[in-house]
């Protein structure tokens, strides 16, 4: 294979897959890993990608850079859809209380797990985030408050002061948030900081907090950091993290939980 069709191929498995290994890429086209890193050295001076350690995650891994919601609807979908079965598990069928639910794509693969599984008892649901508002109303078993503000179109939730100020006045049982990024040395972080704010206030009114994100998020710091390791109760991903971020999960006591 000529390098640049190797390049082309890890370019490809870049957008579907979200973060490339050079271990893994060295495997799989027979090469050294020091042939591998030219090419990543080689598509991160075109503006491909973006090197990180051990790999290489898309150039828009910048701190301020967010994908839309449409985007992120098209990326990772398996992995998605197996976090939010594990992550409804954490509910028991016949639970009785209340759930705030986060925007994003991951929580919303959570809703439709719950969808599918509710039982006998009775979800006080609320959400800031009008696409996941509307499918939530559909579910039986469900009541639902929506709160309110001025609504982001790259993630098609509610922010601002009134928004921060309703979630403040709550307490659910349990929140399943989402997250633009987790590192073991910036916690969970976020490009906009009205989103940050949102989620920051959800963390701090929840009894339990449920962080949900895919492998792609490990080692991601963004623009502002709204929560700590030690916030959080139980993580919910689709791979196991890399050493250092286990160990700080580890150390501030985060369950993880590996759909």
């Not at 039982?119 to 696409?131: D, K, N, Y």
Request: aromatic share 4%.
């Amino acid at each position: 294979m000529y390098a640049a069709e190797r390049q082309h191929a890890i370019e490809r498995t870049l957008i579907e897959q979200g973060r490339v290994g050079v271990v893994e890429l060295a495997r799989r086209f027979d090469v050294t890993t020091e042939t591998i890193r030219r090419d990543l050295d080689q598509l991160e001076a075109a503006g491909a990608l973006r090197r990180v350690h051990g790999g290489a995650v898309p150039r828009e891994h910048a701190s301020t850079v967010e994908p839309t919601l449409t985007e992120r609807m098209l990326r990772h979908g398996p992995a998605k859809s197996a976090i939010g079965q594990c992550a409804a598990r954490v509910l028991a069928e016949d639970f009785h209380g209340s759930v705030y639910f986060d925007a994003g794509t991951t929580t919303a693969a959570v809703a439709a797990a719950l969808a599918a599984r509710l039982g006998e008892g009775r979800i006080e649901a609320v959400t800031h985030a009008l696409s996941l508002g509307s499918s939530l109303a559909q579910i039986p078993g469900i009541a639902l408050t929506a709160i309110g503000g001025r609504v982001r179109g790259a993630t098609a939730a509610a922010v601002g002061a009134g928004t921060v100020r309703e979630i403040s006045s709550l307490r659910p049982d349990i929140a399943f948030i989402g997250t633009n990024g987790i590192s073991a040395g910036f916690g969970l972080s976020t490009p906009d900081p009205d989103e940050a704010a949102a989620k920051s206030a959800i963390v701090a009114a929840a009894r339990t907090v449920v962080v949900v994100a895919d492998a792609d998020k490990f080692d991601t710091e963004l623009l502002v950091r709204f929560a700590g390791l030690d916030d959080v109760d139980i993580l919910v991903t689709d791979a196991a993290p890399p050493a250092d971020l286990a160990a700080a999960l580890a150390e501030n006591n985060v369950e993880v939980r590996v759909a």
